[in-house]
């Protein structure tokens, strides 16, 4: 099919204000960003280059490919202009396929109405030229076709992830309240890490910013993680594109002799989780796990390095009061074990990070779920930097 090979317009999505990140990803796989906005990029590209970038993309969640844009004044004209798409090439007519949607369009009130009229348009296009129609449904595990109708103007596009990117795949056991892998990532990737010194990360949870720390440090990209994607399923999908990406992947994993990520919870199930979660990411032998309360995490000393840690926020009644202490404590830690680091707190609340009692050195935003975060940045002078200041605090 010629879309595999000619360009077009790609808009690649991610969750709020991972924007940044996802840019340097993209800019790093050699691409040329058109545009930045709030919840993605846009460059041009052909469906080849998806594949790519499907399998590299630690902070994204879509990848699609766009097919056709119109003005769309209401449900009606979603219909007529997507019924004239040759959809008989892009669609197996034995095959499967969803229809996903953001819809924003004062002539309807139900997105999956929306839906509704672009998998009739298909379907109706496709018995018309082909005497037969593919199945549908709402699971990702085909052929994904996304609408973005927005007032009077539509897009329509070839979703050629399926199933977020933002899980990376190997998290078998998320315990509680846990970070997803994309925000991980984002947030490592705006630390000063450099992927060398060590990696500490007290209260790990099931593990996953450790996780992500290994797999960033050792080049392990996330498409090793995952074998379905919606570009597969697509009429002219050309396995060796995929197999000769795979192969690049395996090829610039890379070794880092020495890195300690220690990642610690005064949980007993969470440590096995986190443990059974690194196994699955194939990077246990990475990281030192052990059960302990944080503030009496090892961390190696004379060298710079990241302390990363990820507290409760308070969401419930009368846990602010309980928490105080817990974040007093892990500016005390920050202060007395981890000097010549920088330290990072990412936190929901600010109000409780008045608590941790040291200065700032930066406050980046995040998003999770519904909750407004902050990554805040402590420079912890000690050691090598205290002496490059003339010992002053």
């Known amino acids: 099919m010629l879309l595999y090979t000619t360009r077009g317009h790609i808009t690649i ?25 709030i919840t993605g990029v846009r460059l041009l590209g052909t469906l080849n280059d998806c594949i790519k970038l499907n399998l590299n993309l630690r902070c994204a969640s879509q990848v699609l490919y766009s097919l056709k844009q119109f003005d769309a004044p209401d449900a009606d004209a979603i219909y007529s ?16 396929f969803s229809v996903t949607s953001n819809v924003q369009n004062d002539t309807i009130n139900n997105n999956m109405f929306a839906n509704l009229r672009v998998k009739d348009a298909i379907v109706d296009r ?3 030229k082909t005497g037969k129609r593919p199945s549908t449904g709402a699971e990702l595990i085909g052929v994904v076709v996304h609408l973005f109708w927005k007032h009077d103007v539509a897009e329509v596009f070839i979703d050629t992830s399926g199933d977020s990117l933002a899980r990376h795949g190997y998290r078998k056991i998320p315990g509680r309240a846990p970070m997803l892998e994309a925000l991980a990532s984002s947030t490592i990737m705006a630390t000063r890490w450099d992927k060398k010194s060590p990696f ?27 074998t379905n994607y919606a570009f597969m399923h697509l009429q002219g999908y050309d396995e060796e594109v995929y197999l000769h990406e795979m192969d690049i992947l395996d090829k610039q994993i890379i070794d880092v002799p020495n890195l300690k990520i220690i990642a610690t919870d005064y ?32 961390v190696p000393q004379g060298g710079a390095g990241v302390m990363f840690v990820n507290p409760e926020y308070g969401e419930r009644l009368g846990e602010e009061t309980e928490l105080e202490q817990t974040y007093k404590r892990i500016g005390d830690f920050m202060k007395q074990k981890c000097k010549g680091y920088y330290g990072y707190v990412f936190t929901g609340n600010l109000d409780l990070a ?21 990554l805040l940045e402590y420079e912890l002078y000690g050691g090598t930097r205290e002496k490059e200041r003339g010992g002053q605090l």
């Open 81 to 96: 202009n997507l019924f004239t798409y040759p959809w008989e090439q892009l669609i197996p007519h034995s095959g499967y």
């Open 354 to 374: 008045k608590k941790i009692g040291l200065k700032t050195k930066r406050r980046i935003e995040f998003y999770t779920s519904t909750i407004d975060c902050r």
């Open 126 to 128: 496709m018995r018309d």
């Open 200 to 226: 500490i990360n007290p209260m790990c949870g099931s593990g996953t910013v450790a996780i992500e720390a290994a797999l960033i440090a050792t080049n392990t990209a996330p498409g090793l993680f995952r």
């Open 267 to 298: 949980s007993d199930m969470a440590i096995e989780n986190a443990r059974k979660n690194a196994i699955a990411a194939g990077v246990a032998k990475m990281i030192q796990f052990s059960k302990c309360d944080f503030a009496d995490t090892p």
């Open 13 to 37: 999505t991610c969750n709020k204000r991972l924007a940044p990140y996802v840019e340097q990803e993209v800019i790093a796989l050699g691409f040329e960003i058109e545009e930045t906005f």
